[in-house]
């Protein structure tokens, strides 16, 4: 089990478990399966671009290498800023007291590209941070599942069917100028979307 989301709020601390929430979850899934003339499940499969090698499942993974062809462990690769620099791992905020600040606007929430839901269950909740999220206030938060060169910022609500962490990161609305053709349309856009209303 994950450590838990601890938020402090006015000296008080407040513990949540979470739960990713995922479209499969909320509304289930189906899966097509090929199968050959005789109702076997067919296998993925794929020729090399000389037509010499079959490959299949497991027999390729993804590899780090330098300029001179020499494989890199993923344990030495880092990050770097736009200037070259090295940037320091940020460890995981879970388990340790992140403090809220707000309340914020609703309206704040909707500059965030939101990358992760997470349902949270109260493990021990302060009595005034309740009574504030019931009232619809939103408050924000710094979050890192896992080590990473990037915190995210995530928002606390309460909605009718509990509480929600919701994760991302902050991004800068696009305005066009008067008269303006419209943006191109985003080619990875999926069928990923989560029915807020659910929420």
Not at 7 to 25: T, V
Not at 100 to 111: N, R
Not at 139 to 149: A, G, K
Not at 154 to 166: N, P, R
Request: with cysteine.
């Amino acid at each position: 089990m994950a450590k838990p989301i601890v938020l402090s709020h006015m000296g008080a601390e407040s513990s949540f478990q979470l739960s990713k929430l995922e479209r499969q979850k909320l509304y289930g899934a189906r899966r097509r399966i090929p199968v050959d003339a005789s109702g076997e499940p067919c296998t993925r499969a794929a020729l090399t671009d000389d037509g010499l090698v079959l490959i299949t499942a497991g027999m390729t993974s993804q590899g780090w290498f330098d300029p001179d062809g020499r494989q890199v462990e993923s344990r030495d690769i880092g990050a770097c800023d736009d200037d070259g620099n090295a940037l320091d791992l940020v460890p995981s905020t879970l388990g340790e007291a992140q403090p809220l600040e707000g309340p914020v606007p609703a309206t704040e929430v909707l500059d965030l590209a939101i990358a992760s839901i997470y349902l949270l269950e109260p493990d021990n909740l302060d009595d005034q941070l309740a009574q504030a999220l019931q009232a619809g206030e939103v408050w924000r938060f710094r979050f890192n599942y896992r080590p990473d060169y990037r915190a995210e910022t995530a928002y606390l609500l309460a909605g009718v069917q509990g509480f929600f962490a919701l994760v991302g990161v902050p991004t800068a609305p696009r305005f066009l100028e008067p008269n303006a053709p419209p943006p191109p349309d985003d080619d990875d856009e999926g069928d990923d979307e989560l029915d807020f209303e659910m929420l």
